[in-house]
């Protein structure tokens, strides 16, 4: 019998993307493969490097993706409650680009281990299929969001090169 913690995690995910057509028993299900993990405020949940042996879902809290430049750490992106984390590194089996970490006290992860994936896509394909498509659309998201913040500086860069040019010409 599942306990009241799992039940209220069940319908937590059963909320997401993630569960949307899955039956409260496969979600349960998807749990049971999973261990919960917290991590405090600046917590390191994967380094850069590391090829990535497990993947996250954020249920509480939120995670950065960091990356370093010049020594000095840079936020690419976040993650919030309901997204996934350290799925590029899990399926394609590269080390890591950035750094993830909890940006909140108490951060709680649903961590699913390679392991636990195999087992859980041969015992559970329907729910592996629903897990790479939930992967698909949190690196759409991802891609799509630092593309629009990338869009977003390279505008401010040029309007800021256009008035320095103005400023020269004027001068």
Same mark, same amino acid.
């Given at each position: 019998?599942? %306990?009241?913690?799992?039940?209220?995690?069940?319908?937590?995910?059963?909320?997401?993307?993630?569960?949307?057509?899955?039956?409260?028993?496969?979600?349960?299900?998807?749990?049971?493969?999973?261990?919960?993990?917290?991590?405090?405020?600046?917590?390191?949940?994967?380094?850069?490097?590391?090829?990535? /042996?497990?993947?996250?879902?954020?249920?509480?809290?939120?995670?950065?993706?960091?990356?370093?430049?010049?020594? /000095? #750490?840079?936020?690419?992106? #976040?993650?919030?409650?309901? /997204?996934?984390?350290?799925?590029?590194?899990?399926?394609?089996?590269?080390?890591?680009?950035?750094?993830?970490?909890?940006?909140? +006290?108490?951060?709680?992860?649903?961590?699913?281990?390679? %392991?636990?994936?195999?087992?859980?896509?041969?015992?559970?394909?329907?729910?592996?299929?629903?897990?790479? /498509?939930? +992967?698909?659309? #949190?690196?759409?998201?991802?891609?799509?969001?630092? #593309?629009?913040?990338?869009?977003?500086?390279? %505008?401010?860069?040029?309007?800021?090169?256009?008035?320095?040019?103005? +400023?020269?010409? +004027?001068?």
């Amino acid at each position: 019998m599942p %306990t009241p913690a799992k039940i209220d995690l069940a319908e937590f995910l059963n909320q997401q993307y993630l569960c949307e057509c899955l039956t409260v028993r496969e979600v349960e299900t998807l749990i049971e493969f999973t261990d919960s993990v917290i991590y405090k405020k600046n917590g390191i949940i994967a380094d850069i490097g590391e090829v990535g /042996e497990a993947l996250y879902f954020v249920i509480k809290g939120e995670a950065a993706l960091m990356f370093d430049v010049s020594g /000095e #750490s840079v936020e690419l992106g #976040s993650a919030r409650e309901g /997204e996934l984390i350290g799925e590029m590194s899990f399926f394609d089996r590269e080390p890591r680009s950035v750094r993830l970490v909890a940006t909140a +006290a108490n951060t709680q992860l649903l961590r699913l281990s390679r %392991t636990m994936y195999e087992r859980l896509r041969v015992q559970h394909p329907f729910i592996a299929v629903n897990l790479l /498509e939930h +992967a698909i659309i #949190s690196l759409d998201h991802l891609f799509r969001r630092v #593309s629009q913040d990338m869009a977003t500086y390279s %505008t401010y860069l040029q309007e800021r090169e256009q008035k320095a040019k103005e +400023a020269r010409d +004027a001068g």
